[in-house]
């Protein structure tokens, strides 16, 4: 007797849940293009005017004047402030947000989760509170902690801390950045971490390691890409914040905002925007000028994206060559 013969499955129609599900999925991503495209047209057609009247060297100039008949607009002291306040909360923020990742993800459940439910709290406080808090409680003891301290000692030797400690500066301003950005950091580092095969670090252990070896040759290798992407976002977040940093930079305008210490005043992108917009008289250079300033912003916010993913896949590429071989 021969084998039965099997008829191949009848392929009906795709159902219409599937339908609904690609139009969904497709009127979503579009959405997204259309709406960044929107909004990039806005910002240029309405700083048009700025471009007309200066070009590129817009973003080189350093002058900063709204009075009528002398105006003059320059965003580079600007972009030197957002930088190097991003640059600084990173330096600060990162390490410590991957120390708590760290520490939450190898706790106990009856420990880290508590702290990580704490940790995330705290993204979700307004950045206008981080700026009170900053501005009416933690500058008052930063100044005569850390400030004064840092100044008396590496004044005289050291140009970063020449400055007056006044509590209204580029260091400040970082600190409360940092503290902001730990969140979510630490949040996304945190379940990278938890992703690593825990067969892996079993193997750290049972080769003798150390529990900071385990993490050196076990985790981090395993999490270095999650890592990379943690820290871009809590970098997007230091760029584009607004009201903590306007409340304690000191807002410094035109060449004033290159600060000669971090105990200096200075001024980022986003909280000149936030000062001037409301004062910005239409028919003007000015409005234009700060509309100019946030074409910058957005265009610095897509490079560094671009970058980091660029990084990523670069990594992701060299981890796939190291597996293949």
Do not use: C
């Not at 392929?11 to 497709?26: E, L, Y």
């Not at 990039?40 to 048009?48: D, V």
């Not at 439910?117 to 501005?135: D, K, Q």
């Not at 930079?249 to 409301?278: C, R, V, Y």
């Amino acid at each position: 007797m021969g084998r039965p013969k099997l008829n191949p499955p009848k392929v009906g129609r795709r159902p219409i849940s599937d339908k609904i599900f690609k139009v969904g999925a497709t009127v979503a991503g579009v959405y997204v293009l259309v709406v960044i495209v929107l909004l990039a047209f806005q910002l240029i057609s309405e700083s048009a005017p700025i471009w007309d009247e200066y070009g590129l060297s817009f973003i080189v100039k350093s002058e900063w004047n709204a009075i009528d008949d002398r105006q003059d607009f320059g965003v580079l002291p600007y972009i030197f402030g957002t930088l190097v306040t991003s640059a600084l909360a990173m330096v600060i923020g990162v390490p410590l947000s991957i120390g708590i990742a760290m520490f939450i993800s190898d706790a106990p459940s009856k420990i880290g989760g508590p702290l990580g439910f704490l940790v995330e709290l705290l993204a979700a406080v307004p950045s206008v509170i981080y700026g009170l808090w900053g501005l009416f409680v933690f500058r008052v003891y930063f100044v005569d902690w850390v400030e004064k301290p840092l100044h008396n000692t590496f004044g005289d030797s050291i140009w970063l801390f020449s400055g007056t400690p006044f509590g209204l500066d580029i260091l400040t301003a970082s600190v409360i950045l940092a503290i902001m950005i730990i969140p979510t950091v630490s949040a996304v580092s945190r379940e990278v971490m938890k992703a690593v095969p825990q067969q892996q670090k079993e193997a750290a252990y049972m080769l003798g390691a150390t529990k900071w070896e385990m993490f050196k040759l076990a985790v981090f290798p395993y999490s270095k890409t999650g890592l990379i992407g943690a820290s871009i976002l809590g970098l997007g977040r230091a760029v584009g914040e607004t009201m903590a940093v306007t409340m304690l930079i000191g807002n410094a305008t035109g060449p004033n905002a290159f600060a000669d210490s971090l105990f200096d005043p200075s001024q980022t992108m986003s909280s000149i925007i936030a000062n001037e917009f409301n004062e910005a008289s239409l028919g003007t250079l000015h409005l234009p000028a700060l509309i100019g300033v946030a074409v910058v912003l957005l265009l610095i916010a897509i490079a560094i994206n671009v970058v980091a993913h660029i990084l990523v896949t670069r990594m992701l590429k060299v981890k796939e060559g190291a597996i293949n071989n």
